[in-house]
């Protein structure tokens, strides 16, 4: 598929960049970010385009040439010897074509509609928990004079940027507000848009890359590198950019250099759970500090998501509202409980068994655990081992609930896949996973969880033994080295980074049975994992299938999992 063959080149582009310091010098890094460009430009508007082989084999010619010169012959036969100068010049000549291709599908789309028309649908930024566009499983009730609010403080007010933080606790609907913001027609009838989030392990370069790939209007690219295409392309047009869930001053420091002042009347919004991080921000513009939802509010948000357009029991609405009530005004909180009571009978003692219980938030959140089948419950903990702010692709979620065997078919008519997305779909329903992206034809692509629900996530996953976070549980590295030996001794499964797998005192590896590894800069996994004698399934995040390594005398393909026999 032309998307699955961009998406590797883009990540072969990132993995050059982290672990190939000897080779890119400045003059090959321009190329190979402006190689990324391309491959984004082209995934951006694939849609649009009838004739996606044409992309899928210029991406793939492209991932060809790219693995042989970092990873194929000749690496080993010129790459010591033979300037960078030639490669940055190879590599040059590879970005023309690429170029090329770009340039067909800009003309098609420029002479079928408008530039605006062809970004609506803007791609999502980083390896985010969040979809820029809103889909059918945000309903957002009682913000209507929140949006008021914040589109007349962009639309008004001075020539000079202006950045407006967005304020609240987490689960208040700080992402879900900006959604509606940026996708308001008045928007994006006056300013260019791009949106980003930002990872606490977030990579300036990353981001740069995505925001590019997110701005609506960019049909073409001549540029090279994308920090100074961003700020020249943003110097020349008012602009309004999203920067998701900043989570310190640095992480602000950092993103902000990527844009200019222009006297424009450009605007950022910011979203944060901390005021001290507001305030640092803040260009001479006031702090939008989110409420939580009244009762009328509540009961609302919990009734349209509990029963739709359907008529509901008016016997229900008195114990209805006082779970609504008990929630706190906090939107997440009452979208996991309308979850679970979408899932039973509509039934007024069940509904009062449900009102009984704490309405804490870490509380509801471990109700609706409580309230899940049996068979979803290892499938919604495992995802505990993919890190935080992670966006999670379903092929590869399906592909290892299945290697672990979680997914068992419960006709003859689906298949073990179909079966998976299944039990996605309802985790959806129960608003325990989010989802971030959807395919043409409505499944889901991508998906995360709030960063709350892991939370949770993580410790009931490592208390029930199916997959201990050991990033989450030890924090730092000096952590890690003295203390990981013990910690994993009782567990099968592990989420580690590619360094961990490189400590020496791994006296109770051979157990483990399943390994996600997080790749770290200067760290790999071929090799470092033969001491794991069990080892099963082996999941490499972010990673191409570059390097095959036999261990125990089974092939491991990273980035895919396979569960062994």
Request: aromatic share 8%.
């Amino acid at each position: 598929m032309a998307y699955e063959a961009l998406d590797n080149l883009k990540q072969t582009l990132d993995l050059i960049l982290e672990y190939h310091d000897n080779l890119v010098t400045h003059s090959v890094k321009q190329e190979i970010l402006s190689i990324g460009v391309q491959a984004a430009v082209l995934q951006l508007n694939l849609k649009h385009y009838p004739n996606k082989e044409k992309i899928r084999e210029a991406a793939n010619t492209a991932y060809e040439i790219i693995q042989y010169f970092f990873f194929g012959e000749y690496l080993s036969d010129c790459g010591s010897t033979e300037p960078t100068a030639i490669l940055a010049k190879k590599l040059r000549e590879l970005a023309q074509r690429l170029q090329s291709t770009v340039g067909d599908v800009v003309d098609y789309i420029k002479g079928k509609a408008s530039v605006s028309s062809i970004t609506d649908s803007p791609a999502v930024g980083s390896s985010s928990r969040s979809a820029i566009t809103s889909s059918e499983d945000d309903f957002v009730v009682g913000v209507d004079k929140d949006v008021k609010v914040i589109i007349n403080r962009l639309l008004e007010g001075s020539t000079r940027l202006r950045v407006l933080p967005i304020v609240g606790t987490g689960g208040i609907g700080k992402t879900t507000l900006a959604k509606i913001v940026y996708n308001d027609p008045s928007i994006i009838k006056t300013f260019k848009c791009g949106w980003v989030t930002i990872s606490q392990d977030y990579n300036i370069g990353t981001i740069a890359l995505h925001l590019l790939a997110s701005i609506k209007g960019m049909s073409a690219v001549r540029k090279i590198l994308i920090d100074s295409l961003i700020r020249e392309y943003l110097h020349n047009n008012r602009y309004l950019i999203v920067v998701d869930d900043i989570c310190s001053k640095k992480a602000w420091d950092d993103v902000k250099m990527l844009f200019p002042e222009n006297d424009e009347g450009s605007r950022i919004m910011v979203t944060t759970r901390l005021q001290d991080v507001a305030a640092y921000v803040r260009y001479s513009s006031s702090i939008h500090m989110m409420r939580l939802l009244d009762a009328r509010d509540s009961w609302n948000l919990l009734k349209q998501k509990v029963f739709g357009d359907e008529d509901f029991p008016i016997e229900l609405e008195d114990i209805g509202t006082k779970i609504a009530k008990g929630c706190g005004g906090l939107p997440l909180a009452i979208l996991l409980v309308a979850g679970i009571l979408s899932k039973i009978l509509k039934s007024r003692n069940l509904w009062k068994k449900i009102a009984a219980n704490d309405t804490q938030l870490e509380t509801i959140i471990g109700l609706s655990y409580n309230h899940l089948p049996n068979h979803l419950k290892p499938c919604f903990l495992y995802i505990a081992g993919f890190p935080e702010d992670q966006e999670i692709r379903v092929t590869e979620l399906v592909n290892l609930w299945i290697s672990e065997g979680f997914v068992t078919s419960s006709s003859g008519s689906k298949s073990l896949e179909e079966e998976a997305e299944d039990y996605l779909e309802d985790l959806v329903e129960r608003s325990l996973v989010l989802v971030t992206n959807r395919k043409f034809d409505g499944k889901i692509k991508s998906c995360s969880i709030h960063d709350i629900v892991r939370e949770f996530c993580v410790r009931q996953a490592a208390k029930e033994k199916v997959i201990l976070s050991i990033m989450d549980y030890l924090p730092t590295p000096i952590l890690r080295k003295h203390f990981v030996p013990r910690l994993i001794k009782d567990h099968h499964r592990i989420s580690a980074s590619s360094y961990d797998l490189h400590l020496k005192d791994y006296v109770h590896s051979s157990h483990i049975r399943t390994i996600i590894c997080i790749p770290k800069k200067g760290y790999r996994s071929e090799g470092v994992v033969e001491k794991f004698s069990s080892l099963r399934v082996l999941h490499v995040l972010r990673r191409q299938r570059l390097v095959n390594s036999r261990i125990n005398g089974h092939v491991f393909s990273y980035l895919s999992c396979l569960a062994l026999m």
